[in-house]
């Protein structure tokens, strides 16, 4: 994990060094959305998000639509809605909405799950709980009971976008609208497009940060579902980091080949919860895409 952090820092910072002449970040047709028509899109093929849950199966991708629509000031996309507060040639940023992602391994149907555009079981000699040390002994560790639901929320914060020569910074903050757990997210991102002739292809790497309670609300142990657990597992704040590829060949006016792969290494502090038995999730999706 410690070598995907040195990465990502060593390419965050980067772009910073090279501010120069700044192009426009739109280089090509599949980057851009026309302002005030509607970008409507579905692919069609087959891809897979792994599941880190105990006894959670893998969550199969058949279908993967488009819809985004950008106006002046307001937009819309993929289910996510925003408001644009400053636009310049090196910035933007905008009040916006996004999904919960944590809910995605509970539900099939989780609207993460829908948009897309190693093992790490948990050991330890004692765990510090509530002010006590409780000793593991040789028997084996209770098992989790059905667990209860886990919720889909909304958030709602601010959303950046830096311009460079070197890719685009994007850093965000958001918070729980719906009080399901009252948590917060952050996100730091950065992205670059290289389009080749018909071929464009997207590279980003990232951090993402979820407050103490996102990580207990959804990776806690309720009482119900292990007493014991839900004493010797104390969830703490985490930074998740990802990588990601999306490929792009334009076939025609309306039709493209799409290839994703999306890596992420789970933090520790979400990894050691009993609910987990890997500590990491990947994403792949490969198939043909229709743009209207």
């Not at 998000?49 to 996309?77: C, E, H, M, Q």
């Not at 709602?156 to 890719?167: Q, S």
């Amino acid at each position: 994990m410690n070598r995907l952090k040195l990465l990502f820092l060593s390419a965050i910072f980067i772009p910073f060094l090279s501010w120069g002449d700044i192009d426009v970040p739109c280089e090509n047709d599949l980057e851009c959305i026309e302002v005030g028509q509607w970008d409507l899109g579905i692919a069609f093929g087959y891809g897979e998000r792994s599941n880190p849950l105990k006894d959670y199966s893998d969550i199969p991708i058949y279908l993967v639509p488009t819809f985004a629509y950008y106006g002046d000031s307001w937009f819309f996309d993929n289910g996510n809605i925003g408001y644009t507060l400053v636009e310049e040639e090196r910035y933007t940023l905008n009040l916006s909405t996004s999904f919960s992602t944590d809910s995605a391994y509970f539900q099939r149907w989780d609207p993460s799950n829908i948009f897309l555009a190693g093992s790490n079981k948990f050991e330890a000699n004692s765990i510090a709980a509530n002010g006590r040390t409780l000793l593991i002994s040789d028997e084996p560790e209770p098992d989790v009971g059905p667990l209860e639901k886990r919720r889909f929320t909304y958030l709602g914060g601010l959303d950046a976008f830096i311009y460079t020569r070197a890719g685009i910074i994007n850093l965000s903050v958001a918070h729980d609208m719906l009080n399901v757990h009252q948590g917060t997210e952050a996100r730091l991102k950065w992205l670059y497009n290289l389009p080749v002739q018909n071929w464009n292809f997207e590279f980003a790497l990232r951090l993402d940060w979820k407050s103490e309670e996102v990580v207990d609300y959804y990776y806690g142990v309720r009482e119900s579902e292990s007493p014991y657990w839900n004493q010797a597992y104390q969830a703490k704040s985490a930074l998740n980091v990802g990588i990601e590829l999306t490929t792009h060949y334009v076939m025609t006016q309306h039709w493209d080949l799409i290839f994703l792969a999306r890596y992420t290494q789970i933090a520790d502090e979400i990894a050691n919860s009993p609910l987990l038995d890997q500590d990491h999730t990947s994403t792949f999706y490969l198939g043909t895409s229709y743009r209207f």
